[in-house]
Structure formats: structure tokens, C-alpha cells
């Protein structure tokens, strides 16, 4: 073990090895279900070539190795080891923003940014960056769009991985490739930039499409050390609305009419628990604000940048008040507790020190994945069933339903508050997580993101799916290095 300890200090420095017991206890677990395990060092990288260093060494000494980027807490047991004897790879202290061009709306940065620090320097050359819901504010960006989190902009999402473009990804088999149109070379950003290229399109290099490797994988493919990224405009003039509904199914076909009219920036849809947890400051806020928040609302904003914002604005507005007259829905600035404006721009804020969703017990366990919005009645009605079946209080599980892709396919996420120093109730929550996954799957729910016990809910679903996936793992990462045990039949 103390030779392994020099070789890291080798390559990254001793001030960035860390075997500290307690340090180790922290990266042992996270919020999820995940089973604990110890890693057996802590690395920080500071650099790509670390990176590589640090990977090649790792085959010639079978080692595994699990990327982290975000600080704690983490939900999703991704960054749990699922093997003994691992490292944690740490690259949360590579902090740069290589490249703004507002010209070409785009941004280039390193996996230790997140969305505060990122949105600061766009915000100085007038731009932004479409966020995932209310990220936690030491939430990983670079991690977040490979690990495909909703975006709130569905109605400009041309494909799922957006904003994500090009990537340098050191993969399992030491080699450091660019990829999208970056892999065209020369292999040396301030060149290219030089050149006039800005990392803008994805695919590549040649016919090949990459960075698909690297995106939803847990980190078990490579490890990315940049990312571009597609900026939007920051907007001048914006307006924004509430549709308040008894059903979700109420919401069903104006949602569906702004989608197909590509009306406003901002569109979801929430039930009042949910609402609340996002909105509410403190338990007797959320609590207060779930007794009066209408059952189900479906917020939208409008915006305008720099080309006749007001009169691109009014022509939404003039659009979306005639999607709710037909649906018969109403568009109100405000609803009992919260106001429009509050709702979205809480959304697209990170949260403050204390995440929003440990707000009302302490603990959270979510749901998720993806399907179609007129499949997602069945999907809650199931939930409500089993949360009845096991125990759980139906009033606390938030609903939180995310229009993607332009609208061809929708987030769907269960959120289930408890109290994790309560064991009785954190077991309750642990077997309703499990009874619904299942649940779920089986009324044809994707598991896109298959974390946990969804690897192999998802993965049992096609066997033929499971061995090209195994066959790709073989050839990017032929040692099986990078975080095992994640996207595998357990």
C-alpha cells in the first residue's frame, strides 16, 4: 500500500494524495441506497495530463478509478465504489473557463466548474447557460450535461446531449482523445481557436459520434477534462406564467400545443408538493405552501434577447394565451403562495449552501426516467398505489414532469422526502424505491440514467443491448478500470 501511495504522489504530488480516514468515510457513501464501500485514496488532479499519468498507471496496476467532480452531498451512488481497493479521482479543484466566445455562444470549461461560477463570467459577456432544476451550487456542470440532466429550455433542446459539443476525455485504455469537431486536430485548443474552430459540433471525429461514449456513463468509459458547451443570449425582457390545474392530465394538451408552437424558453410541470419543496425556505414554509398551492401547475416564461425583444415577447404571448383558451386552462401571473417570476427564477438559480431538497426531512430519494407525456397518468397513478401499499404518505411525494428534446419525450421524477436518522422510515422509503423501480420498468418506463439497481432493471430488458454495451467497455476501457461495476448485470 505505501508503494502504491508514492507512485500517486508520483504523479500528482503528496499535498494531493489523501488517505485520511475520515476523508475516505465521506467518499464511502452518499445519500442513495447505494452499498458503502471505502475507497482506498483520495487524488486530486490538477491537470489533463495528470489525468492520463493516473489512468495508464492504473492499468498497469489494477487499479479502479471513480471520477468526482461535484462536491457532496451526491444522490445517485455513482460516485460510491462498487469494488474494493478503488481511488477516487477528484477533479473538482480544476476550476478554468477556458474560452467565452459570445460570437459563437459558446464557452469551453473544466470539471471542477460549476453553475454559479459559470453563469458569473457568461453573465459579464451578456450570456447563459440553460441549467438543469435548481442545481446545487457546488454541482459539477461539466458533470451535469454528461450525465444528460433536463435541461429547462425544452423547446431549444435539439437532441439530448445539448448544450454538451466537444470533449478531451482521457478513456479507460490511456489513450486522450478530442472528440466531436475538436478531434479534427490540431490537438491543441488556443490552435484551434487560432484557426477559427470553436468546438462547436458534436460529432466526430470523421463519422464516428464519440462523445455518446462519455455521456450517461457514470464515468465508466473515460474521464472528460474539458467540455464545450452552447450558450444562449441572456434575456432583455421576459414574462412569465402559471397554469394551475386539479389533474395533470388537465395540463396534458397545453403543454403539447406550446411544444409543437415553440412558444416561451421556460416550461414544466410540478405537483403542489414538489412546488413547494422548491419554493419553500424552511418545514413551515413548504408546509404552509402545500395546504394552498393548487394540485398541479405547469409554469412558462417568455423571453426576448437583443433582436425586438418586446415585440418577440408579445408575439408569444398573443400565441400562448391562445393555446389555454383552446385547452380551456388560465394563464395567471401568480397562484396562492408564489408568484410566476419567484417560480422561475428559483428554478434556474443554483440553491443555496443547503440543497433545496433535504429542506423539508433531511433526506431524498428520487424516481426517474424518461417517457412520453401521455403515458405519464399511469406512471403516477402506480406511485400513488405502492406509496399507499408500503405506507408512505402520498401528500409528501413531489411529481416533477420535464418536457425534453423539443417535446418528443418527457423527464418524469418521483421525489420521496424522509428523515434518514429515522430507520423505520428510511427503511419504508428504501422499499418503496425498490417496489417502484420495478414498477415502473415494467409499465415501460426507460431508465436512461440506470444508476443503482436500474443497471440492472434496464440492462435485464435486452440482452443483446447488454452485450454491446459490455463489447464497447472492452474496447474503451480494456482493463475495466473506470468505475466497475456500474453499468453491469449485477
Same mark, same amino acid.
Given at each position: 500500500?505505501?508503494?502504491?501511495?508514492?507512485?500517486?504522489?508520483?504523479?500528482?504530488? +503528496?499535498? !494531493?494524495?489523501?488517505?485520511?480516514?475520515?476523508?475516505?468515510?465521506?467518499? /464511502?457513501?452518499?445519500?442513495?441506497?447505494? #452499498?458503502?464501500?471505502?475507497?482506498?485514496?483520495?487524488?486530486?488532479?490538477? !491537470? /489533463?495530463?495528470?489525468?492520463? !499519468?493516473?489512468?495508464?498507471?492504473?492499468?498497469?496496476?489494477? =487499479?479502479?478509478?471513480?471520477?468526482?467532480?461535484?462536491?457532496?452531498?451526491?444522490?445517485?451512488?455513482?460516485?460510491?465504489?462498487?469494488?474494493?481497493?478503488?481511488?477516487?479521482?477528484?477533479?473538482?479543484?480544476?476550476?478554468?473557463?477556458?474560452?467565452?466566445?459570445?460570437?459563437?455562444?459558446?464557452?469551453?470549461?473544466?470539471?471542477?466548474?460549476?453553475?454559479?461560477?459559470?453563469?458569473?463570467?457568461?453573465?459579464?459577456?451578456?450570456? @447563459?447557460?440553460? =441549467?438543469?432544476?435548481?442545481?446545487?451550487?457546488?454541482?459539477? %456542470?461539466?458533470?451535469?450535461?454528461?450525465?444528460?440532466?433536463?435541461?429547462?429550455? *425544452?423547446?431549444?433542446?435539439?437532441?439530448?446531449?445539448?448544450?454538451?459539443? *466537444? =470533449?478531451?476525455?482521457?478513456?479507460?485504455?490511456?489513450?486522450?482523445?478530442?472528440?466531436?469537431?475538436?478531434?479534427?486536430?490540431?490537438?491543441?485548443?488556443?490552435?484551434?481557436?487560432?484557426?477559427?474552430?470553436?468546438?462547436?459540433?458534436?460529432?466526430?471525429?470523421?463519422?464516428?459520434?464519440?462523445?455518446?461514449?462519455?455521456?450517461?456513463?457514470?464515468?465508466?468509459?473515460?474521464?472528460?477534462?474539458? +467540455?464545450?458547451?452552447?450558450?444562449?443570449?441572456?434575456? &432583455?425582457?421576459?414574462?412569465?406564467?402559471?397554469?394551475?390545474?386539479?389533474?395533470?392530465?388537465?395540463?396534458?394538451?397545453?403543454?403539447?400545443?406550446?411544444?409543437?408552437?415553440?412558444?416561451?424558453?421556460?416550461?414544466?410541470? $410540478?405537483?403542489?408538493?414538489?412546488?413547494?419543496?422548491? $419554493?419553500?425556505?424552511?418545514?413551515?414554509?413548504?408546509?404552509?405552501?402545500? @395546504?394552498?398551492?393548487?394540485?398541479?401547475?405547469?409554469?412558462?416564461?417568455?423571453?426576448?434577447?437583443?433582436?425586438?425583444?418586446?415585440?418577440?415577447?408579445?408575439?408569444?404571448?398573443?400565441?400562448?394565451?391562445?393555446?389555454?383558451?383552446?385547452?380551456? %386552462?388560465?394563464?395567471?401571473?401568480?397562484?396562492?403562495?408564489?408568484?410566476?417570476?419567484?417560480?422561475?427564477?428559483?428554478?434556474?438559480?443554483?440553491?443555496?449552501?443547503?440543497?433545496?431538497?433535504?429542506?423539508?426531512?433531511?433526506?431524498?430519494?428520487?424516481?426517474?426516467?424518461?417517457?412520453?407525456?401521455?403515458?405519464?397518468?399511469?406512471?403516477?397513478?402506480?406511485?400513488?398505489?405502492?406509496?399507499?401499499?408500503?405506507?408512505?404518505?402520498?401528500?409528501?411525494?413531489?411529481?416533477?414532469?420535464?418536457?425534453?428534446?423539443?417535446? &418528443?419525450?418527457?423527464?418524469?421524477?418521483?421525489?420521496?422526502?424522509?428523515?434518514?436518522?429515522?430507520?423505520?422510515?428510511?427503511?419504508?422509503?428504501?422499499?418503496?424505491? #425498490?417496489?417502484?423501480?420495478?414498477?415502473?420498468?415494467?409499465?415501460?418506463?426507460?431508465?436512461?440514467?440506470?444508476?443503482?439497481?436500474?443497471?440492472?432493471?434496464?440492462?435485464?430488458?435486452?440482452?443483446?443491448?447488454?452485450?454491446?454495451?459490455?463489447?464497447?467497455?472492452?474496447?474503451?476501457?480494456?482493463?475495466?478500470?473506470?468505475?466497475?461495476?456500474?453499468?453491469?448485470?449485477?
Amino acid at each position: 500500500m505505501e508503494s502504491m501511495k508514492q507512485n500517486l504522489v508520483d504523479i500528482v504530488g +503528496a499535498a !494531493n494524495v489523501i488517505d485520511n480516514p475520515e476523508v475516505l468515510a465521506s467518499y /464511502a457513501k452518499d445519500e442513495s441506497f447505494a #452499498t458503502p464501500m471505502k475507497p482506498w485514496f483520495v487524488v486530486k488532479v490538477e !491537470n /489533463a495530463e495528470q489525468v492520463q !499519468n493516473l489512468v495508464n498507471w492504473a492499468r498497469k496496476s489494477q =487499479t479502479p478509478l471513480v471520477p468526482v467532480s461535484s462536491g457532496a452531498p451526491h444522490f445517485k451512488g455513482d460516485t460510491v465504489p462498487s469494488v474494493p481497493q478503488a481511488v477516487i479521482v477528484d477533479l473538482s479543484g480544476m476550476k478554468k473557463i477556458l474560452s467565452i466566445s459570445r460570437q459563437q455562444r459558446m464557452c469551453v470549461i473544466e470539471p471542477g466548474v460549476t453553475y454559479g461560477e459559470l453563469q458569473e463570467a457568461l453573465a459579464k459577456e451578456g450570456m @447563459t447557460l440553460s =441549467t438543469s432544476l435548481r442545481p446545487r451550487a457546488n454541482k459539477s %456542470v461539466l458533470t451535469s450535461v454528461l450525465e444528460v440532466e433536463p435541461r429547462l429550455n *425544452c423547446l431549444h433542446q435539439f437532441n439530448y446531449v445539448e448544450p454538451l459539443r *466537444c =470533449t478531451e476525455v482521457t478513456f479507460g485504455d490511456g489513450i486522450q482523445m478530442f472528440t466531436g469537431e475538436a478531434g479534427g486536430g490540431p490537438q491543441d485548443l488556443k490552435k484551434q481557436w487560432e484557426l477559427g474552430k470553436w468546438q462547436v459540433h458534436p460529432g466526430g471525429p470523421g463519422t464516428t459520434d464519440i462523445v455518446k461514449m462519455v455521456t450517461q456513463a457514470q464515468g465508466s468509459m473515460g474521464i472528460v477534462t474539458w +467540455a464545450s458547451l452552447k450558450c444562449e443570449l441572456l434575456p &432583455t425582457v421576459r414574462k412569465s406564467y402559471l397554469v394551475p390545474a386539479k389533474k395533470s392530465t388537465d395540463l396534458e394538451d397545453f403543454v403539447y400545443k406550446t411544444i409543437w408552437g415553440r412558444v416561451g424558453d421556460r416550461l414544466f410541470v $410540478m405537483n403542489k408538493a414538489y412546488l413547494a419543496y422548491l $419554493m419553500g425556505d424552511t418545514v413551515e414554509q413548504i408546509a404552509e405552501l402545500k @395546504t394552498i398551492l393548487p394540485n398541479w401547475v405547469a409554469p412558462v416564461s417568455l423571453s426576448g434577447d437583443i433582436l425586438l425583444p418586446e415585440l418577440k415577447v408579445e408575439s408569444q404571448e398573443y400565441g400562448l394565451k391562445e393555446y389555454a383558451k383552446q385547452t380551456g %386552462v388560465h394563464l395567471l401571473p401568480e397562484v396562492p403562495g408564489v408568484t410566476a417570476d419567484e417560480v422561475i427564477e428559483k428554478a434556474s438559480t443554483p440553491s443555496g449552501e443547503n440543497y433545496w431538497k433535504l429542506t423539508y426531512k433531511g433526506g431524498c430519494q428520487d424516481i426517474f426516467f424518461v417517457t412520453t407525456l401521455d403515458k405519464t397518468p399511469k406512471f403516477i397513478e402506480a406511485m400513488y398505489e405502492l406509496a399507499i401499499e408500503v405506507g408512505y404518505p402520498t401528500e409528501d411525494i413531489g411529481i416533477y414532469i420535464q418536457p425534453q428534446h423539443m417535446g &418528443t419525450s418527457v423527464h418524469l421524477e418521483f421525489s420521496l422526502p424522509y428523515n434518514p436518522d429515522n430507520a423505520r422510515e428510511a427503511k419504508l422509503v428504501k422499499e418503496l424505491y #425498490t417496489a417502484a423501480s420495478m414498477r415502473m420498468s415494467k409499465l415501460g418506463a426507460f431508465f436512461s440514467r440506470p444508476y443503482d439497481i436500474w443497471s440492472t432493471i434496464q440492462l435485464n430488458k435486452d440482452a443483446q443491448y447488454y452485450m454491446l454495451l459490455r463489447k464497447v467497455k472492452e474496447i474503451f476501457d480494456p482493463d475495466n478500470i473506470m468505475n466497475p461495476g456500474k453499468l453491469t448485470i449485477k
